[in-house]
């Protein structure tokens, strides 16, 4: 069965960057788009962005400037990293599958179990 | 940016009780909608998509329905298994944007 797991540093200092790594078992990363997606404390869902591996990517407007994911077919993983992290990055951060297109993105069908990420000296 | 409002914002039901949770999208998202349930600690569960699918080993007691701005999830008989918060998530264009949640507690 498909399954996905997030990997990375749960403490990362204000201003550096936040890298993570979602590795995926069941399923070849090509033909589909894989996302990140970060709940903040007690609060909803924000998605952060896709990528694919043509390299083609999208990403939520206001965080288009600090992030970029990458997916590597040859391991079967995705990553995300974001630079210049603050207090207001700490979240629990999922991947997921996006069953959409490049244009519109679609509904996330398999979730990593998520990873909690504070930023804090 | 597409926002979408879930009503009520919480609400309390009785196991066997049949309970709908509504959305209205900011604009027409032409049955570009999926619900998700989360448990605490837990990672969000794909319940429906394309407004009325239900995902493979959903139970039929969930079922999805609307169209234009205003979509509904609704559980037929509340199972104790189905107390949790419920997103719906528009995905008609980015960037992919989620409700703020319904929260169903017991009562």
């Known amino acids: 069965q498909v399954q996905l797991q997030e990997s990375g540093p749960g403490l990362v200092k204000p201003s550096e960057t936040l890298s993570l790594m979602c590795t995926v078992s069941g399923v070849s990363l090509s033909n589909y788009y894989w996302a990140w997606i970060r709940q903040l404390p007690g609060k909803g869902l924000e998605w952060i962005g896709d990528g694919e591996d043509s390299g083609r990517g999208k990403y939520k407007a206001s965080l288009r400037s600090r992030v970029s994911i990458s997916v590597d077919k040859s391991k079967n993983q995705f990553s995300l990293r974001l630079t210049s992290v603050s207090a207001a990055d700490s979240a629990i951060y999922y991947c997921?599958?996006?069953?959409?297109?490049?244009?519109?993105?679609?509904?996330?069908?398999?979730w990593g179990q998520g990873i909690l990420v504070t930023v804090s000296s | 940016d597409i926002e979408m409002t879930h009503s009520p914002s919480s609400l309390s039901a009785s196991v066997g009780d049949r309970v709908t949770i509504g959305c209205r999208a900011s604009q027409g998202i032409g049955n570009s909608v999926a619900w998700y349930q989360q448990k605490p600690g837990k990672a969000p569960k794909l319940l429906v998509f394309a407004t009325s699918t239900l995902e493979s080993g959903v139970p039929s007691r969930f079922s999805g329905g609307g169209s234009g701005t205003n979509y509904t999830l609704t559980i037929s008989r509340l199972q104790p298994e189905d107390f949790a918060t419920y997103y719906c998530?528009?995905?008609?264009?980015?960037?992919?944007?989620f409700g703020q949640g319904t929260k169903v507690e017991i009562k």
């Open positions: 997921a599958r996006d069953q959409g297109t490049f244009i519109r993105g679609g509904h996330f069908d398999y």
């Open positions: 998530q528009q995905y008609y264009t980015p960037p992919l944007t």
